[in-house]
């Protein structure tokens, strides 16, 4: 559970596209630290471009500290306050630091309020009841709030429990009324991202041999204004919602 490249630019991409308004509460699904792919001096720089103007010497000076300190957990909330300016950091971590709220995702829970952002970056898939942290993250999240997801997609031998598919996403988005916001392919050695605009598009990368042996996925969701309960979805290939290429597909990537 990282700010490594992929969440560095899935981050600042929304960010300079308006797509996560600054201010809102942030829930991290897994505690963030600075996983060092990314040079500390681009997020100085980026304190002076993105961050609100009276906050950019404090944060300037924190950095410089935690850079000091190699404190990873610092670096991680400075990048969170300079891209997205959050009220308030919470976080879920059965080992993340002694601030981490130490809590099952395996298990309902609540936290007695809900988020305008929730961050999963590398956690749903060490969690066996996959299915119940999706619907805790439903019901965390504020209606019209953004949950954002970082997951290996293929590759990653024995990293947890699950490797996650762009279905998934296309998927759960339809049963709850989400909004895609963004599905990205990505790679992190070296650097390579890929929009998925579509189901059939993670199809034609397939078919051209272009998906590496470690491929990750991010998603970004937005919960729809008009609150509902998390509706589990059924797989668009046996609900009869997608396209005769991706049918065809079913078997030909076999």
Same mark, same amino acid.
């Given at each position: 559970?990282a700010?490594?490249?992929?969440e560095y630019?899935?981050?600042?991409?929304l960010?300079?596209q $308006?797509?996560?308004?600054?201010?809102g509460?942030?829930?991290?699904?897994g505690?963030?630290n600075w996983?060092?792919?990314?040079?500390?001096?681009?997020l100085?720089?980026d304190?002076?471009?993105?961050a /609100?103007?009276g906050?950019r010497?404090?944060?300037? /000076?924190?950095?410089a500290?935690?850079?000091?300190?190699?404190?990873?957990?610092?670096?991680?909330k400075i990048f969170w306050?300079?891209?997205?300016?959050?009220a308030?950091?919470t976080?879920i971590d059965l080992? $993340?630091?002694?601030?981490?709220?130490?809590?099952?995702?395996?298990q309902p829970?609540?936290?007695?309020?809900?988020?305008?952002v929730?961050h999963?970056s590398?956690?749903?898939?060490h969690?066996?009841?996959?299915a119940?942290?999706?619907?805790?993250?439903h019901?965390?999240?504020?209606?019209?709030?953004?949950m954002?997801?970082? /997951?290996?997609?293929?590759g990653w031998?024995?990293? $947890?429990f699950?490797s996650?598919?762009p279905?998934?996403?296309?998927d759960?988005a339809?049963?709850? $009324?989400?909004?895609?916001?963004a599905?990205v392919?990505?790679?992190?050695?070296p650097p390579?991202?890929?929009?998925l605009?579509?189901?059939?598009?993670?199809l034609e990368l /397939?078919?051209?041999g272009r998906?590496g042996r470690?491929?990750n996925l991010?998603a970004v969701?937005?919960r729809p204004?008009?609150?509902?309960?998390?509706?589990v979805?059924?797989?668009?290939?046996?609900a009869?919602?997608?396209s005769?290429?991706?049918v065809?597909?079913?078997?030909?990537?076999r």
């Open positions: 559970m700010i490594s490249i992929i630019h899935l981050i600042r991409s960010q300079e $308006g797509q996560i308004p600054p201010g509460d942030l829930l991290e699904i505690e963030a996983y060092g792919d990314v040079g500390v001096d681009v100085r720089a304190i002076a471009r993105f /609100a103007p906050d010497e404090a944060l300037t /000076a924190a950095l500290a935690a850079e000091r300190a190699d404190a990873r957990w610092d670096i991680a306050r300079t891209f997205l300016r959050p308030s950091i976080a080992d $993340g630091s002694a601030a981490a709220l130490k809590l099952d995702l395996n829970l609540s936290l007695g309020r809900q988020f305008q929730v999963n590398g956690t749903l898939e969690i066996f009841d996959i119940q942290a999706f619907r805790t993250i019901d965390l999240t504020a209606p019209g709030g953004i954002i997801h970082h /997951a290996p997609f293929v031998v024995d990293h $947890g699950y996650l598919h279905t998934l996403f296309w759960i339809e049963a709850n $009324g989400y909004i895609v916001g599905l392919y990505a790679e992190m050695n390579r991202f890929e929009n605009l579509t189901r059939e598009s993670v /397939a078919k051209a998906i470690n491929g991010a969701l937005q204004l008009t609150a509902a309960p998390f509706r979805p059924m797989q668009g290939y046996y009869g919602r997608i005769q290429d991706a065809d597909a079913w078997s030909a990537l």
